[in-house]
């Protein structure tokens, strides 16, 4: 695994998101010459499970709406970051209803179980996210059906 890397950065605007830019030499000190991987960043006292990607020629490390609101931070922002590669597994915690739909379906569960980290994380907001019963029952029943026919959110 590669070294920490701490550093003083902006949290600059990308789109709707927040990012923060990292020279080619920080990847490679970090990732062990990959372009992108999970990474766990500290910032604001917040660790962060999030990934490096490479997107439009720069390395970013995207923080979403949601992930700033965790850690507090802000676009345009100055803060201090620590970021060292993330080789432990992903887990999701799946809700019960979604876990129970899945394990009735032995084809999406073993689709489900071989999606990426990121896929399965995806599939569980959209579920927990719904505000009325219906809704959430709605989405477990599509996630069902859009895992088994190889989709992904």
Do not use: C
């Amino acid at each position: 695994m590669g070294e920490t890397l701490r550093f003083e950065a902006v949290l600059e605007k990308r789109g709707p998101a927040g990012a923060f830019l990292l020279s080619d030499e920080q990847v490679a000190a970090v990732g062990d010459g990959r372009k992108t991987f999970p990474v766990s960043v500290t910032v604001n006292g917040t660790t962060l499970a999030l990934r490096l990607a490479r997107m439009g020629g720069e390395n970013m490390i995207g923080l979403n709406k949601a992930v700033r609101s965790q850690a507090g931070v802000e676009v345009d922002g100055t803060y201090t970051v620590e970021v060292v590669a993330d080789a432990g597994e992903r887990t999701v915690e799946v809700p019960d209803d979604l876990a129970a739909a899945l394990a009735a379906d032995g084809a999406a569960q073993a689709a489900f179980t071989a999606l990426a980290y990121s896929h399965r994380k995806e599939y569980v907001r959209w579920v927990t996210e719904a505000k009325r019963e219906q809704t959430r029952a709605d989405r477990v029943a599509k996630t069902v059906e859009m895992v088994r026919a190889g989709q992904t959110r």
